[in-house]
């Protein structure tokens, strides 16, 4: 799991909140050509690999976002400070207090900042700890001398320029990975470690798989394209979800039965479940109650194909990230366990 979590610390370290992913598509070209692969970048962003194998009839596909939380700049403030409009779902709260960069697109330069509540100084704002995090109340303290609008639009910054989070990765000696963007980048480097087992084992898959590694997840349109006809099975490999009444920890892999967009594919999830335990896989079965994948997304572009969801369980999703090293190898296991396995029945 070593390279697991090398593929984790490089990933995680590239800004890519959506919309603004050349630069992790880039990488993911140059991994897959130095381990011997032809990726094609789709006209949505998306980098593809495709397997062929024993079974060139029937194919299969299998996902990853690299897309992540961000913002936008929404307004410059007349001090100077910036006004932020999210990229993605995600509440205020979690990202108080996060060290930030915002890519200037007309220089190409960068600076860096902190997310802040306007009223933070508890010696001047006698509501600072219970005012309302809010689109209004949140701005961006430039690590810059400015102090009105006029400076800080001279250093190139305007609308439109996005805005990505330090990711702040840490792996523990205990096997805990600490990072945002977990979701999904751990499953991006499990696809990426299975892509160089493959390659140098020499690994001959029994049908021919589509490798996408989406870029448009987190606003809900992900790899909804690019499927090819032949594309009888979608196992999207996207983040376990944790809290009350989940069954998910990080220490299995999760399979899920039901999100916001509705049940999985019944048989498709048997077989995963039957898959683990013949593997002697630990996983759990869950719900995630608020929750659309890359799968989800294809059903609702009207995609025919059978259609599932795993991953590795994450603590305190679409905030500062968690999940352990026994996740991370059981989820491995399992995505590695289904493409060598034949068809759902």
Same mark, same amino acid.
């Given at each position: 799991?070593?390279?697991?979590?090398?593929?984790?610390?490089?990933?995680?370290?590239?800004?890519? =909140?959506?919309?603004?992913?050349? @630069?992790?598509?880039?990488?993911?070209?140059? @991994?897959?050509?130095?381990?011997?692969?032809?990726?094609?970048?789709?006209?949505?962003?998306?980098?593809?690999?495709?397997?062929?194998?024993?079974?060139?009839?029937?194919?299969?596909?299998?996902?990853? +976002?690299?897309?992540?939380?961000? %913002?936008? #700049?929404?307004?410059?403030? =007349?001090?100077?400070?910036?006004?932020?409009?999210?990229?993605?779902?995600?509440?205020?709260?979690?990202?108080?207090?996060?060290?930030?960069?915002?890519?200037?697109?007309?220089?190409?330069?960068?600076?860096?900042?902190?997310?802040?509540?306007?009223?933070?100084?508890?010696?001047?704002?006698?509501?600072?700890?219970? #005012?309302?995090?809010?689109?209004?109340?949140?701005? &961006?303290?430039?690590?810059?001398? !400015?102090?009105?609008?006029?400076?800080?639009?001279?250093?190139?910054?305007?609308?439109?320029?996005?805005?990505?989070?330090?990711?702040?990765?840490? $792996?523990?000696?205990?096997?805990?990975?600490?990072?945002?963007?977990?979701?999904?980048? !751990?499953?991006?480097?499990?696809?990426?470690?299975?892509?160089?087992?493959?390659?140098? @084992?020499?690994?001959?898959? =029994?049908?021919?798989?589509?490798?996408?590694?989406s870029c448009f997840e987190?606003?809900?349109?992900?790899?909804?394209?690019?499927?090819?006809?032949? *594309?009888?099975?979608?196992?999207? $490999?996207?983040?376990?979800?944790?809290?009350?009444?989940?069954?998910?920890?990080?220490?299995?892999?999760?399979?899920? !039965?039901?999100? %916001?967009?509705?049940?999985?594919?019944? @048989?498709?999830?048997? +077989?995963?479940?039957?898959?683990?335990?013949?593997?002697?896989?630990?996983?759990?079965?869950?719900?995630?109650?608020?929750?659309?994948?890359?799968?989800?997304?294809?059903m609702r572009a009207g995609?025919?194909?059978?259609? *599932?969801?795993?991953? *590795?369980? &994450?603590?305190?999703?679409?905030?500062?990230?968690?999940?352990?090293?026994?996740?991370?190898?059981?989820?491995?296991?399992? #995505?590695?366990?289904?493409?060598?396995?034949?068809? #759902?029945?």
């Amino acid at each position: 799991m070593d390279k697991v979590v090398d593929y984790i610390k490089n990933l995680t370290s590239i800004p890519s =909140p959506t919309g603004y992913t050349k @630069e992790v598509g880039d990488y993911l070209i140059s @991994e897959l050509e130095n381990l011997g692969y032809k990726a094609t970048r789709t006209n949505k962003g998306g980098v593809n690999v495709i397997i062929k194998g024993k079974n060139n009839d029937k194919h299969r596909v299998i996902t990853a +976002h690299v897309d992540t939380l961000g %913002a936008i #700049v929404r307004a410059i403030k =007349p001090d100077g400070r910036l006004k932020m409009d999210q990229i993605g779902g995600y509440p205020w709260n979690m990202i108080e207090g996060e060290n930030c960069r915002i890519h200037i697109a007309s220089n190409g330069k960068t600076v860096t900042g902190t997310i802040l509540v306007h009223q933070t100084s508890i010696h001047v704002y006698r509501n600072a700890g219970t #005012v309302e995090r809010t689109q209004e109340n949140m701005e &961006i303290r430039l690590d810059e001398k !400015v102090t009105n609008e006029d400076e800080t639009r001279a250093l190139g910054i305007e609308v439109g320029d996005f805005i990505s989070f330090d990711p702040r990765t840490v $792996v523990t000696q205990t096997g805990f990975i600490k990072s945002r963007f977990l979701d999904d980048k !751990v499953s991006a480097a499990i696809l990426l470690e299975l892509l160089r087992k493959y390659k140098e @084992e020499n690994i001959s898959l =029994p049908y021919t798989t589509h490798f996408m590694f989406s870029c448009f997840e987190e606003v809900g349109h992900g790899a909804n394209s690019s499927i090819p006809k032949e *594309a009888v099975e979608y196992l999207a $490999v996207d983040m376990g979800a944790m809290g009350d009444d989940q069954q998910t920890d990080e220490y299995t892999v999760s399979i899920c !039965v039901k999100d %916001a967009s509705g049940p999985y594919h019944y @048989e498709f999830r048997q +077989h995963l479940v039957e898959l683990a335990k013949e593997k002697g896989i630990s996983f759990k079965l869950d719900i995630y109650p608020f929750y659309g994948s890359d799968a989800s997304a294809a059903m609702r572009a009207g995609v025919e194909v059978k259609h *599932a969801l795993l991953g *590795a369980g &994450i603590e305190s999703s679409h905030s500062y990230e968690r999940t352990h090293i026994d996740s991370v190898t059981a989820t491995y296991k399992m #995505v590695d366990a289904y493409l060598q396995s034949q068809l #759902v029945k």
